[in-house]
């Protein structure tokens, strides 16, 4: 059973820093990985999606990795601003239905 | 181009009566699913659709828990008799076939 873990659950930094938020994977068969962002209240917005024989996907501030053999994804936030203020959710697509396997999130604050 | 279509957004209602949650998918897009999401988990699938036919209903708990789409189109998730333990927030997605899905609001239910 493919399980994704998220730590820290909890993350609160100034504005500016460039930060890595980290996701683990324990089944490496994936078809590709997503990381969501979520804000209080409202339903998930995809950010950037890696294919499994890809390596990274970049998309303005935002830049994510993926390292299927080890079962690791980061995202990383350049000069972080308040608007980033969110919740981060990882999450996997394995088997024939793209079933979505998700992470607890990371929910990060960016003091101004 | 609207989003995902999600109704009521919020409701409360006692343990043991019936409640429905209502979702219009993306135009065009075939593949529905209906998500969990726990307070501090991620979203976990409960059933999804490639237009009328549910191919993936195995998280879904058929005693209390049903869902149609009956037109390939919109769908409802119906729960009776709720339970205490189904206070939650349910999410609908859909995509284009397995492509990237794309999430609605939510319906954030509270059971007294």
């Known amino acids: 059973k493919q399980e994704v873990t998220q730590i820290p659950a909890a993350l609160s930094v100034p504005e500016g820093e460039n930060l890595v938020l980290n996701c683990s994977f324990t089944d490496s068969a994936i078809y590709n990985l997503q990381w969501f962002r979520q804000d209080p209240g409202k339903g998930l917005t995809s950010l950037l999606l890696i294919q499994s024989s890809q390596r990274e996907q970049t998309s303005g501030r935002l830049n994510a990795s993926l390292d299927k053999s080890s079962g690791r994804s980061t995202l990383y936030i350049a000069a972080s601003q308040p608007g980033d203020s969110a919740t981060y959710l990882c999450a996997v697509e394995t088997g024939a239905n793209s079933k979505l396997t998700f992470g607890k999130g990371i929910t990060l604050s960016v003091r101004p | 181009e609207a989003g995902v279509v999600q109704s009521p957004r919020y409701k409360i209602i006692e343990k043991k009566q019936p409640v429905a949650f209502w979702c219009n998918p993306i135009s065009g897009h075939n593949t529905l699913y209906w998500y969990l999401q726990n307070l501090g988990q991620g979203p976990e699938l409960l059933i999804r659709?490639?237009?009328?036919?549910?191919?993936?209903d195995s998280q879904l708990p058929k005693d209390r828990f049903s869902a149609e789409r009956l037109k390939g189109v919109d769908s409802t998730l119906k729960i009776q008799p709720a339970e205490l333990g189904d206070s939650a927030v349910y999410l609908c997605?859909?995509?284009?076939?397995?492509?990237?899905?794309?999430f609605g609001p939510g319906t954030r239910l509270t059971v007294l």
């Open positions: 659709y490639e237009n009328e036919e549910a191919v993936d």
């Open positions: 997605a859909s995509s284009f076939r397995s492509g990237t899905q794309y």
